[in-house]
């Protein structure tokens, strides 16, 4: 509800020049301003009427920026930032199973994720990044480090088969997910999601036991599906079927349910679960970089499945640039569907925010510019001669601007990035914590 009396003042009052709302109707209203009261974006109203009615206000002057919803990085690995470079060129069974999972089993601990995490987060936020869906060990760690720092995020209860750092098998990876899902259900920051690796690293059982709490907690579900043709073929000879329909047949899939990758689908798959009401998320450059395919994007959407945008883990990236996945995923579909039409700016733009809070359960919270959702904001400057002229700013805004344009970026209506510069975190320590990482893996080589 918008205010209208004197003594609902704003917190503060966003000048932009143009505030992209990415709402129903895509609008983007010049001369706009957003005002925020308690985090909460409290009124959308012209900008000289704003100043008139709230003459007291505290305004941020964005002249030249255009003032966007948080992006929403909708599957990654964060932690395995302080893993950027160690294995690239690779295919993905071999980049997993030789370099991956053997660095992980040496080196991953509390403190791995506390500080990878930490180090993902900076460059989240610096690049107007305010949600993440996260699947990752020690999801406690990065989640009380969000909560600490006022980073938006949903962490994955992760399960798997097999013994790893974190759990000795399924009962306790559950006991584990089960905890940190009592210890945040009531967060209005963080957020809890069942996070089961993929269906070639888990079994029915297990599987089945994540359906019923999923149901029982109502939290959503994130999950590798269908990553490569090769994943289809050995499910084929290990189970007669291919993934999609053993989840099926399982009852995984519903409308809580994300497939993360999904370059492998076939037009009666697609059908099927478009009618469960579940998401794709769709990682271009992680799946470009291990050739893992290329989701049929176009198809996806004709279908009427939700599709968002993740980046996947800096190990596989190797960046979490939303406005590089963003402008990427919009040049490959159009090659894919060989259609200039397929996935145009504006449908780009609600992969990487609105439609990335719908796959992970906060679609009512964040992710576009509208009365009574979260003040998750970012301010892009777009007066350098690399935007210019501004023709359509959601075009520019895929096809031209890149990160190093966000100036603020303000989560729950609280600033995370000034002018440039972070504000929860210090990037004198971070950049220490990393040099010591890369001195004892690279040391170790």
């Keep these: 509800m918008a205010m209208n009396e004197p003594q609902d003042c704003p917190d503060t009052l966003l000048l932009p020049s143009w505030v992209v709302t990415v709402d129903e109707a895509d609008r983007v209203l010049p001369g706009h301003a957003v005002a925020v009261r308690d985090g909460i974006i409290a009124a959308i109203l012209p900008g000289e009427e704003a100043q008139r009615r709230w003459p007291d206000a505290e305004t941020v002057d964005l002249t030249g920026h255009a003032l966007m ?79 600490e720092i006022g980073m938006r995020a949903v962490v994955g209860m992760i399960v798997l088969d097999f013994p790893t750092q974190y759990a000795d098998g399924p009962d306790q990876y559950f006991e584990k997910g089960l905890a940190l899902h009592d210890r945040y259900r009531s967060n209005a920051m963080i957020h809890t999601a069942f996070a089961p690796h993929a269906p070639y690293t888990v079994s029915d059982e297990p599987l089945e036991r994540v359906r019923m709490y999923a149901d029982e907690l109502d939290v959503p579900i994130q999950m590798h599906v269908q990553e490569t043709r090769g994943e289809c073929d050995r499910a084929m000879a290990d189970h007669g079927e291919r993934p999609l329909a ?31 009401g579940a998401s794709v998320i769709h990682c271009p450059e992680s799946n470009l970089k291990l050739a893992s395919g290329f989701a049929p994007v176009q198809r996806l959407q004709k279908a009427g499945i939700n599709v968002a945008l993740g980046t996947d883990g800096a190990a596989s990236n190797n960046d979490l640039d939303m406005f590089g996945e963003m402008r990427t995923a919009a040049l490959i579909a159009k090659a894919v569907a060989e259609d200039a039409e397929a996935v145009p700016a504006d449908v780009a733009l609600r992969m990487a925010t609105i439609n990335g809070a719908r796959a992970i359960g906060l679609g009512e919270v964040t992710g576009s510019i509208e009365e009574g959702k979260a003040a998750d904001l970012v301010a892009v400057d777009l007066t350098p001669l690399e935007t210019r002229p501004i023709y359509d700013v959601v075009s520019q805004l895929v096809y031209a601007t890149g990160r190093h344009q966000v100036s603020d970026v303000w989560i729950a209506g609280r600033p995370q990035v000034r002018n440039g510069q972070l504000v929860t975190l210090d990037p004198d320590d971070l950049a220490n914590r990393t040099a010591a990482w890369q001195e004892r893996i690279g040391g170790a080589r």
Aim: include cysteine; proline fraction near 5%.
């Design 246 to 276: 053993r989840l099926e047949r399982l009852g995984l899939l519903s409308p809580g349910f994300a497939a993360v990758h999904m370059t492998v689908a076939e037009d009666d798959e697609i059908e099927a679960f478009a009618r469960t």
């Design 69 to 147: 919803p948080g992006m929403v990085n909708a599957h990654t690995h964060a932690a395995m930032s302080l893993l950027r470079g160690l294995a690239d060129d690779l295919p993905l069974m071999q980049w997993l199973q030789e370099h991956i999972w053997p660095a992980e089993g040496r080196w991953v601990d509390e403190s791995f994720v506390h500080d990878g995490s930490g180090l993902a987060f900076a460059e989240m936020l610096r690049g107007g990044t305010t949600c993440l869906n996260d699947m990752y060990f020690f999801p406690e760690v990065t989640a009380r480090l969000a909560e």
